[in-house]
């Protein structure tokens, strides 16, 4: 799921420059990134890491038809999947094993062609990379990261060199799903030591079969929405690369999804 481990080094705007300067706690030397854009295994203060069901109310339809799906992330899968089954009545499938990185998965579709990958570590493989200590942390599941839809991921690169904002990609990848069939894709992420896994991961599944098509169906993505202390200077690079979600003011990154399922309202939280 990554091309390779090293590291990286970074050219700052002037802008990102004073923003270091004054978000210390959240700036730090980093390797390249994984697809799965780890998560920060501290704590925060804004946003529990809790995932729970909220009351019923009104179904408000924003930034997800362009999301390709989060990543779920917990120790075990097993459990996670039965945490997830608990939550919403839908027990996710097995999607496999991504070879090399010492992790596997199990899908549930969201509809509107996107779908939850609850992503853990895989006892069958050396968990020992850098992806592996960020999951081996966790002490309950939390979203990781988000993909979104993008057929051309030129226009994206382009963006990010305007913006000097360093990058890894587009590049090929693949997994073989239980059934033998080999899905390939194409990945595009940011490497910001500022804005870190804020920024989304850029997915082209080509002429792949998207994996919500197969994945269990009954639950519905209804709202996502991102958290971020500078909310506004991140709603506006979100509006150069085309990406609708939502940014609201928050003192620590979040990313929440809600989903509509049928046990009701499901609230699923991740600090990015």
């Known amino acids: 799921m990554r091309a390779g481990i090293g590291l990286v080094y970074f050219t700052l705007t002037p802008i990102e420059v004073t923003k270091m300067t004054k978000r210390r706690t959240i700036l730090k030397t980093v390797l390249a990134a994984p697809v799965m854009s780890i998560v920060n295994a501290g704590s925060a203060q804004t946003v529990r890491n809790v995932s729970k069901p909220i009351n019923k109310g009104s179904d408000i339809q924003v930034g997800v038809n362009e999301v390709d799906h989060f990543m779920w992330a917990a120790v075990d899968l097993e459990?996670?999947?039965?945490?997830?089954?608990?939550?919403?009545g839908v027990r996710p499938a097995f999607g496999g094993r991504h070879m090399g990185f010492g992790t596997h998965n199990a899908l549930v579709s969201l509809s509107n062609g996107s779908y939850m990958e609850v992503l853990a570590l895989d006892p069958e493989q050396d968990t020992g990379g850098p992806l592996g200590a960020e999951i081996?942390?966790?002490?309950?599941?939390?979203i990781l990261a988000f993909h979104i839809k993008r057929a051309d991921l030129e226009s994206v690169v382009s963006v990010y060199q305007e913006m000097n904002i360093?990058?890894?990609?587009?590049?090929d990848l693949s997994r073989q799903r239980p059934?033998?069939?080999?899905?390939?894709?194409?990945?595009?992420?940011?490497?910001?030591?500022v804005y870190k896994h804020a920024l989304p991961v850029f997915?082209?599944?080509?002429?792949?079969?998207?994996?919500?098509?197969?994945?269990?169906?009954?639950?519905?993505?209804?709202?996502?929405?991102?958290?971020y202390p500078y909310n506004e200077e991140l709603?506006?690079?979100?509006?150069?690369l085309d990406v609708t979600v939502p940014v609201v003011y928050s003192r620590e990154p979040y990313a929440k999804a809600t989903l509509d399922t049928p046990k009701g309202k499901v609230v699923l939280h991740g600090r990015l």
Not at 181 to 192: G, H, I, K, N, T
Not at 204 to 227: R, Y
Request: aromatic share 10%; proline share 9%.
């Open 235 to 240: 709603s506006s690079l979100y509006e150069k």
């Open 166 to 171: 360093a990058y890894t990609g587009p590049f």
């Open 136 to 142: 081996a942390l966790l002490t309950s599941p939390e």
């Open 179 to 193: 059934d033998g069939e080999v899905l390939r894709w194409r990945l595009l992420l940011a490497e910001s030591p």
């Open 203 to 227: 997915i082209d599944w080509m002429d792949a079969p998207h994996p919500s098509k197969s994945a269990p169906a009954g639950c519905e993505l209804i709202h996502f929405e991102v958290g």
């Open 79 to 88: 459990l996670a999947s039965a945490e997830f089954e608990r939550l919403t």
